[in-house]
């Protein structure tokens, strides 16, 4: 019987052959921490082992600073503090600061990641790292401390479910909307600790842009892992990055031929509708058709699901096609996913229109996920976001949220109301 991808990750991370249902102790490629939950890592290893205590590889632990960036209250400035001063104390140099963006998408792009990485990190979205193949994975701030004392970790080997897709999309569709379709069909329950690899013509062709948003809530069914080997000019991106040694690695850890999953789920594309969550759970899931016309107050686009160039590059084009101006009554937030992308839309000279147009367009950091950003919503507000999680009250107690794909999200921005993409672009 054929091995699946989780199976040889964990394989390589534990030294020995393991199978579905082990518990396995694991080295860690990388321990990482947000400016929130990594001061308390650090604290809690201070407390079990010491000031004067060492971690098991300062090469091997990352810091970044994405929930508040730059901070807005004390507390935080004094845990961003704490942070800087002990990897000054224990050498580690990769402090990712207040001006890098999202962790997950910072380290990417510094090519800290790659294929076969077992990486630990203080967010519950960490897992869209397997957009890469890496195992990646949100865990608690006694699992940070714990790795920077031995560098190692114990996981159950899960079950893998394939979701093999085929088909293109067609104009102002876009992953978002698969991945919202996959939520509705799951449901929040539907992955419950499975690894689910993504196959399939049209994710061998996916870019990394792509591959992200589709990996990106899979927390949101409960899932453990998503994974998608590099290929192409993905696995060239990667290559340029973290060097050539992922070749190999995206090759050899692919999943087998006669690999056995739990459950092969297929979906085809071709006639994909724009998708949207529906208030107050991701899983709450309509065509944007049956919800077109409902009012709204604020719309973000940004986030770790949805914050790379491509992903603002399609706002641009439906605010370009629908008059380059938002609606009066509309505030709309742009949040650029990393520097790296923030650049890359102002050469792009994106960032100019956007600001004529009425947008914020704002430095990079996770935003709007939660209520601990500028732009938090009052109460009986209605927002559109690209974000990954919509519970009532998750941007501001008493107010309501949509999620929806950027180029929705623009649409509805340029109307003022919930709005398919396609009547603009088409």
Not at 82 to 105: M, P, S, T, W
Not at 119 to 132: P, Q
């Amino acid at each position: 019987m054929g091995k699946t991808a989780i199976v040889k990750i964990m394989e390589r991370a534990a030294g020995h052959p393991v199978q579905v249902g082990d518990r396995v102790w694991c080295n860690i490629d990388l321990a990482s921490a947000r400016d929130f939950g990594g001061a308390n890592c650090v604290l809690q290893f201070e407390k079990e082992m010491g000031k004067d205590a060492k971690v098991w590889d300062p090469d091997k632990v990352a810091y970044t600073f994405d929930l508040q960036a730059p901070s807005h209250s004390e507390k935080v400035s004094n845990n961003q503090k704490i942070i800087r001063e002990f990897a000054k104390r224990q050498g580690i140099r990769r402090v990712f600061d207040i001006n890098h963006g999202i962790g997950q998408h910072v380290m990417l792009e510094a090519g800290l990641i790659k294929p076969g990485d077992v990486v630990l990190g203080t967010d519950s979205h960490m897992n869209l790292l397997g957009a890469v193949g890496a195992f990646s994975t949100g865990v608690g701030n006694s699992d940070i401390a714990a790795a920077y004392i031995s560098g190692i970790n114990w996981f159950r080997v899960p079950e893998t479910m394939k979701i093999e897709v085929t088909g293109s999309f067609r104009k102002g569709v876009y992953m978002r909307d698969l991945l919202t379709r996959i939520v509705g069909d799951l449901g929040a329950g539907g992955l419950d600790f499975l690894a689910v690899e993504f196959t399939g013509e049209t994710i061998e062709n996916a870019t990394l842009a792509e591959r992200i948003t589709l990996c990106s809530m899979i927390t949101e069914m409960s899932g453990k892992i998503p994974l998608i080997m590099p290929n192409g000019p993905v696995l060239d991106w990667l290559v340029e990055r973290a060097g050539p040694e992922v070749i190999e690695r995206a090759r050899t850890l692919r999943a087998d031929p006669d690999a056995k999953y739990c459950r092969i789920l297929r979906y085809c594309v071709d006639d994909l509708e724009p998708m949207v969550s529906c208030p107050d759970a991701p899983d709450n899931v309509k065509t944007v058709r049956e919800v077109a016309g409902t009012p709204v107050d604020q719309v973000h686009i940004g986030s770790c699901s949805n914050g790379r160039f491509e992903d603002i590059q399609a706002a641009y084009q439906v605010l370009m096609a629908g008059g380059g101006k938002v609606s009066p009554h509309i505030r709309a937030i742009i949040t650029p996913s990393t520097r790296e992308v923030q650049i890359a839309c102002a050469k792009a000279g994106m960032i100019e229109a956007f600001l004529e147009a009425g947008v914020v367009f704002t430095n990079p950091t996770c935003a709007l996920c939660t209520a601990e950003h500028y732009g938090t919503l009052p109460s009986g507000d209605v927002g559109c976001s690209t974000t990954n999680r919509n519970f009532i009250g998750k941007v501001g107690k008493g107010s309501h949220t949509y999620l929806m794909s950027p180029a929705t999200a623009m649409a509805t921005a340029v109307r003022g109301c919930i709005t398919d993409p396609r009547d603009i672009l088409n």
